[in-house]
């Protein structure tokens, strides 16, 4: 009975999400990464927005028919920049992923 009635009282924290939404501000987050067990060099990552993300993202022109595009390119930039860094600074590295060109739009990785 005593445990019914303290969560009655109990305050739930809001989120960084709940937080950032609630003052209108740009958040984003991973929220999950699964690595290959078989293949190191393949893995993939779970992403989190609010709204004013993706307002943010349209507003530096990022393009996409759907949130979940532009978040994707908004993603994949990041991770072109950050494999260029590590390009440049460590020199020419021979890649660890093979590109196939699909169609003229789109390429397959692997």
């Given at each position: 009975?005593?445990?019914?009635?303290?969560?009655?009282?109990?305050?739930?924290?809001?989120?960084?999400?709940d937080l950032a939404t609630k003052k209108n501000q740009p958040?984003?987050?991973?929220?999950?990464?699964?690595?290959?067990?078989?293949?190191?060099?393949?893995?993939?990552f779970e992403l989190d927005w609010n709204p004013q993300f993706?307002?943010?993202?349209?507003?530096?022109?990022?393009?996409?028919?759907?949130?979940?595009?532009?978040?994707?390119?908004?993603?994949?930039?990041?991770?072109?920049?950050?494999?260029?860094?590590?390009?440049?600074?460590?020199?020419?590295?021979?890649?660890?992923?093979?590109?196939?060109?699909?169609?003229?739009?789109?390429?397959?990785?692997?």
């Amino acid at each position: 009975m005593f445990d019914s009635l303290k969560n009655l009282f109990k305050r739930s924290t809001p989120s960084e999400k709940d937080l950032a939404t609630k003052k209108n501000q740009p958040w984003v987050n991973v929220t999950r990464f699964d690595l290959d067990t078989n293949n190191p060099g393949q893995g993939s990552f779970e992403l989190d927005w609010n709204p004013q993300f993706v307002a943010w993202l349209k507003q530096n022109g990022y393009p996409g028919d759907t949130d979940d595009a532009m978040v994707d390119q908004w993603f994949q930039r990041i991770c072109r920049h950050v494999a260029m860094e590590t390009w440049e600074e460590y020199g020419n590295i021979p890649p660890l992923v093979k590109r196939t060109p699909v169609d003229k739009d789109r390429s397959s990785y692997s």
